[in-house]
């Protein structure tokens, strides 16, 4: 399995962004995947999950902000990300679960400026 996470980089507060991640060896129609994040000096913290069936669940801090859809075709999963904050700095990892184990991705960094 491996998940291939881009779309990071340096973005002004206010501003957008889109993370992907394109899946090989794990089906994300059929696996649950979704976005975490870890901030410098804290642990890593959940930020959006889509299930099959296309229900999502986000963090309180991301709720109106950040959405996360699925392409099916392409087995890649985003998380579109709008009116940043400088809180939401952060590594960004893609997850998916398969059988009791975590597949990560190798994380992409978002730096938000003030």
């Known amino acids: 399995v491996q998940l291939q996470a881009s779309g990071g980089g340096l973005v002004q507060a206010g501003g957008s962004l889109r993370l992907s991640c394109a899946a090989s060896g794990i089906i994300f129609s059929i696996n649950a995947p979704g976005w975490y994040r870890q901030a410098p000096g804290k642990q890593r913290e959940l930020v959006a999950l889509?299930?099959?069936?296309?229900?999502?669940t986000y963090a309180e801090a991301v709720k109106g902000r950040f959405t996360i859809s699925r392409d099916n075709a392409r087995n890649t999963v985003y998380l579109q990300m709008n009116s940043l904050k400088p809180e939401d700095t952060a590594v960004y990892y893609c997850w998916a679960g398969r059988r009791g184990r975590d597949y990560w991705g190798q994380g992409t960094l978002v730096t938000v400026s003030s």
């Open positions: 889509i299930t099959s069936s296309g229900s999502t």
